[in-house]
């Protein structure tokens, strides 16, 4: 009788258990479909293995389990994307992967530009979705830069860059233009001190493809968010770091 007992309430805790955690083991779901953490896992062992480990945050921190969703985000862009190039019958053999820019790695978001550079899949979806992209609209004649633009030098950790600040996420943008020259902010994923402020007026050639590069990016990203609110649902845990309503975000309006 007490055995059977016991054996009747372990088997009501496994089932608790496992109807309070319905979303173990997934990393999150792809056209309703669940898609199997074990690669979040190995990537973030590898990190962790890895030659900046010890720039990584403390196991079981809070800052732990911001990088642990960003990992997540970054594997269900390139899921997304991976699907999308099947769909769309694109190549995406024999790339290896690229290195951004900072001025182009900053414009595509910290998540999507990791998932660019180490994606075969995301970079042809990327090709794809932006072909057909234009600049300003606006023809000026070839002699004519047009009007002065400002443009911000920015240093981050990985380097330095100039980019116009309505070219730069608009979280990073505003954190910028509200803290004074030289201090070091974080926001959307990135860390950068605005250095110094010029206006300019660009070459007309160099501007055109400036503007090209920005819009493309621009049109991805927007893209990008679009197929992820419609073909992605994302599990408690492994929400994007940026969520305000997720527990370890501590960036606070």
């Known amino acids: 009788m007490s055995r059977h007992h016991h054996e009747h309430h372990d088997h009501s805790e496994r089932h608790e258990h496992a109807h309070a955690h319905p979303h173990a083991g997934v990393l999150g779901l792809l056209d309703g479909r669940p898609l199997d953490r074990a690669e979040l896992d190995r990537r973030l062992a590898a990190l962790r293995a890895g030659p900046r480990s010890a720039a990584l945050p403390v196991a079981g921190s809070a800052e732990?389990?911001?990088?642990?969703?960003?990992?997540?985000?970054?594997?269900?862009?390139?899921?997304?994307?991976?699907?999308?190039?099947?769909?769309?019958?694109?190549d995406c053999t024999g790339t290896a992967p690229v290195r951004l820019d900072q001025r182009a790695a900053v414009e595509l978001g910290s998540i999507t530009a990791a998932a660019f550079e180490g994606s075969a899949a995301v970079r042809a979806v990327y090709r794809a979705v932006t072909a057909d992209t234009v600049a300003d609209p606006v023809r000026r004649p070839a002699a004519d830069p047009g009007p002065p633009v400002e443009l911000w030098r920015l240093a981050t950790p990985d380097g330095e860059f100039e980019a116009a600040p309505e070219s730069l996420p608009a979280e990073l943008a505003a954190a910028l233009s509200r803290a004074p020259e030289g201090r070091p902010v974080t926001a959307g994923g990135w860390t950068a001190t605005l250095t110094a402020r010029r206006t300019a007026r660009p070459h007309p050639a160099d501007r055109c493809g400036q503007l090209l590069e920005s819009a493309r990016r621009t049109a991805f990203t927007r893209w990008l968010d679009h197929a992820r609110a419609a073909r992605l649902t994302l599990v408690p845990g492994l929400e994007h770091p940026g969520d305000p309503a997720q527990p370890d975000n501590h960036h606070r309006h």
Do not use: F, P, S, Y
């Not at 732990?64 to 694109?90: H, P, Y």
């Open 64 to 90: 732990d389990r911001q990088l642990t969703r960003w990992v997540a985000q970054v594997l269900l862009t390139e899921a997304l994307c991976a699907a999308e190039a099947a769909e769309r019958g694109l």
